[in-house]
């Protein structure tokens, strides 16, 4: 695979670009795949259902034996739109599912990689988990 790589580089190099246009096209490869891979920082307010009820577009009670067989539990926005939050354990997400949450992290495709989220308790939401104060707990070998 790297011998053809290097084998494609030379030929353009040599057959089509003089040495500015090779350097040029190949920062253009080079940070193309770094721009697509970044995400978009969001703020989302919505509920935590479970994944299965959402994907068939189920009503699924709140209980604690349904909640306990679901695999996993996404952000699930007004207008129907759905995301995973992937660096959120099951248990957390569990915790709190079924709940009108607000999540902030950063979006790509259908998955946040979450910093915070938050429970709406009456009128005010509640900080319940972030991804500093998780690092911070890692570091001091807790938890």
Request: net charge positive; hydrophobic share 40%.
């Amino acid at each position: 695979m790297k011998r053809g790589i290097k084998q494609l580089l030379n030929l353009i190099r040599k057959n089509t670009l003089g040495r500015g246009g090779f350097a040029f096209i190949l920062a253009v490869i080079l940070i193309i795949p770094a721009t697509v891979a970044a995400g978009k920082d969001v703020t989302y307010e919505g509920t935590l259902q479970g994944a299965n009820c959402v994907h068939y577009k189920l009503e699924c009670p709140a209980d604690e034996a349904h909640i306990t067989m679901e695999h996993d539990f996404v952000l699930l926005l007004p207008n129907g739109d759905h995301y995973f939050l992937t660096n959120l354990s099951r248990i957390t997400k569990a915790r709190y599912a079924t709940r009108s949450v607000r999540v902030s992290g950063e979006i790509k495709d259908h998955e946040i990689w979450v910093d915070k989220l938050e429970v709406k308790e009456g009128s005010q939401y509640r900080q319940v988990w972030s991804w500093k104060q998780q690092q911070e707990m890692y570091k001091g070998g807790g938890g």
